[in-house]
Nanobody
Framework: VQLQASGGGLVESGGSLRLSCKAP???????????MGWYRQLQGKEREMVAD???????IYEDSVKGRFTISRDNAKRTVYLQMNSLKPEDTAVYYC???????WGQGTEVTVSS
């Protein structure tokens, strides 16, 4: 079972990106019952949680992204999204998705925000 992250890229400050994380081979009931999260790792720093969502859709956010980022999930598609608006240069990082099922991580997708 793998998580497939996509959607990163280069964007100007103030712009938007939407990240996607798919779990195409995960058993649907497993996907639905596990939390999904987005994390990011800035160069030289530890990975930090950005946003997390329960199977029922309850979300929590890191303080610096509140009001700018929105995490959502489509359980039928086994996909979690991270809509990132009003991006800032300090959001530049490699973003990873994670499932609490077996602490499964996807590959990173790089986000670069130019000033």
């Amino acid at each position: 079972v793998q998580l497939q992250a996509s959607g990163g890229g280069l964007v100007e400050s103030g712009g938007s990106l939407r990240l996607s994380c798919k779990a195409p081979t995960m058993i649907l009931s497993v996907f639905n019952s596990n939390r999904m999260g987005w994390y990011r790792q800035l160069q030289g720093k530890e990975r930090e949680m950005v946003a997390d969502i329960s199977g029922s859709g309850i979300a929590i956010y890191e303080d610096s992204v509140k009001g700018r980022f929105t995490i959502s999930r489509d359980n039928a598609k086994r996909t979690v999204y991270l809509q990132m608006n009003s991006l800032k240069p300090e959001d530049t990082a490699v973003y990873y998705c994670r499932s609490t099922w077996n602490n499964l991580w996807g590959q990173g997708t790089e986000v670069t925000v130019s000033s």
